[in-house]
């Protein structure tokens, strides 16, 4: 029997995972901590392959090298390497996009494909996250049925910036749409809301909506000296 592990911290993968991987061939195993993922456990398993759906720790040249090691990567590589790619992708427009399947390397975001499948960027990032998690999900379905060759990244390279935290704050010139797609994109669990200061508070929204000639929205209020949620 071979053995494969997904490797995720984010709540729609992990849901996503619990519902598929008990239909498939093998032996499953999840890693949703940063300290499991080491070449000593890797190495008890000996898997036939890592997947990668949402992993925002380094992982070490020894497992890169020594296993198969897949990643997910929402863009159309090798458009869009680099950090925040939903955010950064609404921030530039695009309605869609696709959700590339790659072999890791020691380069980030550098390796040859195996799959590439469309995705809306309509919605919430919640939402779109959890489309994600179901193509992810199918793609690893048809990399171990189908063990496709892999295909070499062809096209203009893009590299998109990692957003922080702060960069979440909502432009005080910026349109309607721009501030549904503002709020849109962050709204997510684990993610930092879209907020505004006001003097000793600070105002998060989400749940936006598009209206005829306004935005709706949830309001959140607290103090400044409450830790964010994320």
Same mark, same amino acid.
């Given at each position: 029997m071979k053995n494969y592990i997904v490797a995720t911290i984010k709540p729609w993968n992990i849901q996503q995972y619990k519902k598929v991987v008990? +239909?498939?061939?093998?032996?499953? !195993?999840?890693i949703d901590q940063p300290k499991k993922l080491n070449l000593a456990y890797i190495r008890k398993i000996n898997p036939e392959f890592i997947f990668f759906p949402h992993w925002s720790w380094k992982v070490s040249d020894e497992? %890169? +090298?020594?296993?198969? $090691?897949? $990643?997910?990567?929402? @863009? #159309?590589?090798?458009?869009?390497?680099?950090?925040?790619?939903? =955010?950064?992708?609404? /921030? &530039?427009?695009? @309605? *869609? @996009?696709?959700?590339?399947?790659l072999k890791m390397e020691k380069k980030f975001d550098s390796g040859p494909i195996y799959f590439k499948k469309k995705l809306s960027l309509k919605g919430s990032a919640h939402v779109i996250y959890t489309n994600f998690a179901l193509i992810a999900f199918d793609l690893i379905k048809k990399i171990i049925s189908e063990k496709p060759k892999l /295909?070499? =990244?062809?096209? &203009? @390279?893009v590299v998109f910036k990692r957003r922080i935290p702060e960069e979440s704050i909502?432009?005080?010139? %910026?349109?309607?749409? +721009?501030?549904? #797609?503002?709020? &849109?994109?962050? #709204?997510?669990?684990? !993610?930092?809301?879209?907020?505004?200061?006001?003097?000793? *508070? %600070? %105002?998060?929204? #989400?749940?936006?909506?598009k209206l005829k000639g306004r935005v709706e929205a949830r309001v959140i209020i607290y103090d400044k000296t409450k830790k964010r949620n994320y």
């Open positions: 008990k +239909n498939l061939p093998g032996k499953w !195993y999840l497992i %890169i +090298n020594d296993y198969e $090691c897949v $990643c997910f990567h929402m @863009t #159309d590589l090798p458009y869009g390497k680099g950090g925040s790619p939903l =955010q950064n992708l609404i /921030k &530039r427009n695009h @309605t *869609k @996009t696709v959700v590339t399947a /295909k070499k =990244q062809l096209g &203009r @390279t909502v432009p005080k010139k %910026i349109s309607l749409k +721009n501030i549904y #797609d503002h709020i &849109r994109m962050l #709204d997510a669990p684990t !993610y930092p809301k879209a907020f505004i200061e006001w003097g000793s *508070k %600070i %105002i998060e929204f #989400d749940k936006a909506e």
